[in-house]
Each structure stands twice: as structure tokens, then as C-alpha cells.
């Protein structure tokens, strides 16, 4: 049950930057819950990429920014690789369903 | 180092059970809350239950009340989700995960995870 909106895909040349919206509601983004990002290599596990909204775990790089505002948050990147082919959720949490929700996901492709 | 590493997994008829293992190592397993998130093949992921350090309080997304059961071996290191009337779309790869957060909590550590199939 996805009930933080993600776009499909995204796409960028190396070297751009691009964004990735999640969209939420009042009863998890807009209430005040941070959002929390991960990283999805193909056919690998997820692993952390922000948390607590705009938070870097060591290890990442600070091409990735996260930020937060209203019902929505964002993942941006900058000075795309071709590393950074992956799949990209957001995570928050839901006071209606009393439990973690994801985004939709979203797929970045490196032209 | 901190491993999770999920067994159990296999192919299983609808109607059918099946228990999840969760290894945990290179942290205090007592100390954190844990959480069972699945993945179908090709969709999104999915936060499916978790539990309290101590065991006492235990959340499920509604698909799965009343047919999963969430629990924990703080004295083994392990995590389980036993599954049980097993429907097709339960079929994923089922992640367990490390919570972590000071406020609203987020999962730092994943599993390799491990694939569960319903089908006849």
C-alpha cells in the first residue's frame, strides 16, 4: 500500500542533476514525520542513502541531498555517475495505518 | 561488522506455512527494534511487521494481521516471521531490517533477503 507518491523515472546525462519528489498526505509527510531515502542497486538489498529528512550516513556521498517541506520531500542529485543507476524509495511513517510506508519508487537512468 | 542474514525461504503451495529466520550479528540484538519489509518481483518495497527490543510490542501492515506472526530469540540473535494461509501475492523477497531513529525510526541495515514463492 503506497501512499507516498514517487515518479516512475528520471533520467539525466553524467554530470547533471536531477530530482525525485515524494508526495505524501496529513497523515505521515504533512504530520511531521521525517522521510527517509534509500538506494536500490539492481538485484542487491536497499541500503540507506538520507534519513531524518536531509541526514547522510557516513560513507555517502554528498552529491545526494535530501529535504523536506509540507506534504512532499526530495531527493536530489547532483553531478549524476553512472554508479548512481538505481531504484530510489522514500520512507516515511503513517498515523492512519499505524506502520512504515514506502514510496512508489522511482528508477534513475544515466543517459 | 553489523549482518542480518534471512533463511527460510522456498516455494510453498497457497493455503500453506512457512517460518522466516532473521540472523543478526556484530550489534546488541536486544537493544533494537526489528522489522520484517518484502519486496514482489519488479514492485516496490513493503514494510510488513515489527517488534519491540523486548518482544512485547509487536505491528503488522493489515494484509497480514491475523496470518503472520513477528518474534524474536534475544538470547539467539534471531528474528522470525512466521507465515501462515499463504496467498500468491505474499509471494516477495522478504528483508529483515535494523530500526534506528531518535524521534521517527528508519532501517540502517538490511538482509541479503530471501525469496518466498506461493504457487501451486
Known amino acids: 500500500q503506497s501512499v507516498l507518491t514517487q515518479p516512475p523515472s528520471v533520467s539525466g546525462a553524467p554530470g547533471q542533476r536531477v530530482t525525485i519528489s515524494c508526495t505524501g498526505s496529513s497523515s505521515n509527510i504533512g504530520a511531521g514525520y521525517d522521510v527517509h531515502w534509500y538506494q536500490q542497486l539492481p538485484g542487491t538489498a536497499p541500503k540507506l542513502l538520507i534519513y531524518g529528512n536531509s541526514n547522510r550516513p557516513s560513507g555517502v556521498p554528498d552529491r545526494f541531498s535530501g529535504s523536506k517541506s509540507g506534504t512532499s520531500a526530495s531527493l536530489a542529485i547532483s553531478g549524476l555517475q553512472a554508479e548512481d543507476e538505481a531504484d530510489y524509495y522514500c520512507?516515511?511513517?503513517?498515523?492512519?495505518?499505524?506502520?512504515?510506508?514506502f514510496g512508489t519508487g522511482t528508477k534513475v537512468t544515466v543517459l | 561488522e553489523v549482518q542480518l542474514v534471512e533463511s527460510g525461504g522456498g516455494l510453498v503451495q497457497p493455503g500453506g506455512s512457512l517460518r522466516l529466520s532473521c540472523a543478526a550479528s556484530g550489534f546488541t540484538f536486544s537493544s533494537y527494534w526489528m522489522s520484517w519489509v518484502r519486496q514482489a518481483p519488479g514492485k516496490g518495497l513493503e514494510w510488513v511487521a515489527n517488534?519491540?527490543?523486548?518482544?512485547?510490542?509487536?505491528y503488522y501492515v493489515d494484509s497480514v494481521k491475523g496470518r503472520f506472526t513477528i518474534s524474536r530469540d534475544n538470547a539467539k540473535n534471531s528474528l522470525y516471521l512466521q507465515m501462515n494461509s499463504l496467498r500468491a501475492e505474499d509471494t516477495a523477497v522478504y528483508y529483515c531490517a535494523r530500526e534506528v531513529g531518535a524521534l521517527w525510526y528508519y532501517f540502517d541495515y538490511w538482509g541479503q533477503g530471501t525469496l518466498v514463492t506461493v504457487s501451486s
Open positions: 520512507q516515511s511513517y503513517d498515523s492512519s495505518l499505524s506502520g512504515y510506508v
Open positions: 517488534i519491540k527490543q523486548d518482544g512485547s510490542e509487536k
